[in-house]
């Protein structure tokens, strides 16, 4: 089946402490998008790559790192300078197609703050 | 400036009632996509439809429906005789030139047995 896995489901990190989320997709996509989600609210663009090699910050890359060295994979680091990492995490993807640029976003990842 | 407007926080609806979610949207652009994905308790988004700026054919695919108004900049989804799996968070969303998606804040839909 084609599609988009995200791990763990949920996620748990100390004070002071990196985490990384993992994000992987099989539908040969070129571009991977990461999204936060707080309670209420909607989903804002942490960073987003268009191609292997190369990503770039959306609107709220604070605190986030990322990395894109495969076609298929996109993690999310998020570092203990990211004061407030309590969300939930959205991976998405698209192709680069003019004629559908829908994004298809995998179960998601629950990061709590112990 | 670009933006979606879902004014409607919450909506609680009768099983097998119709249901409409509103969406307006802000943009400059003449060349634009406009989305509609559901969010269950799971948490995954599901994409529903995507529609571009230029088509304004309204759209039916079974008990749901899309009015799209360039002249009002909306973009409104109707379920017809709701049903509780239909409990979910609905969102609207806008992507211009750039490729980046713009969210609204979303619907939380409450289907009533």
């Known amino acids: 089946d084609g599609g988009i896995t995200q791990s763990p489901k949920y996620l748990f990190r100390k004070e002071g402490q990196n985490v990384t989320l993992s994000c992987e997709q099989n539908?040969?996509?070129?571009?991977m998008y990461w999204y936060r989600q707080d309670p209420g609210q909607g989903l804002r663009l942490i960073y987003y790559?268009?191609?292997?090699?190369?990503?770039q910050k959306g609107d709220i890359a604070e605190g986030y790192s990322v990395s894109r060295e495969k076609k298929e994979s996109f993690p999310l680091t998020v570092t203990s300078a990211q004061k407030n990492p309590t969300a939930f995490y959205l991976c998405?993807?698209?192709?680069?197609?003019?004629?559908?640029?829908?994004?298809?976003f995998g179960p998601g990842t629950r990061l709590l703050v112990l | 400036a670009q933006k979606v407007t879902q004014a409607q926080t919450e909506i609680s609806v009768v099983e097998k009632e119709d249901v409409t979610l509103d969406c307006v949207y802000e943009?400059?652009?003449?060349?634009?996509?406009l989305f509609w994905y559901k969010q269950p308790p799971s948490g995954e988004l599901v994409f529903l439809i995507r529609?571009?700026?230029?088509?304004?054919q309204n759209e039916i695919s079974g008990r749901y429906s899309w009015n799209f108004q360039k002249s009002t900049s909306s973009f409104n989804f109707t379920i017809t005789a709701s049903q509780v799996v239909d409990s979910a968070v609905y969102f609207c969303?806008?992507?211009?030139?750039?490729?980046?998606?713009?969210f609204g804040k979303g619907t939380r839909l409450h289907i009533l047995p």
């Open positions: 943009t400059r652009d003449t060349t634009y996509y």
């Open positions: 529609r571009n700026s230029f088509d304004e």
């Open positions: 969303a806008l992507m211009n030139r750039d490729d980046k998606i713009i």
């Open positions: 539908l040969n996509h070129d571009a």
């Open positions: 790559s268009q191609i292997v090699n190369d990503f």
């Open positions: 998405a993807s698209s192709a680069r197609d003019r004629d559908d640029e829908t994004q298809y």
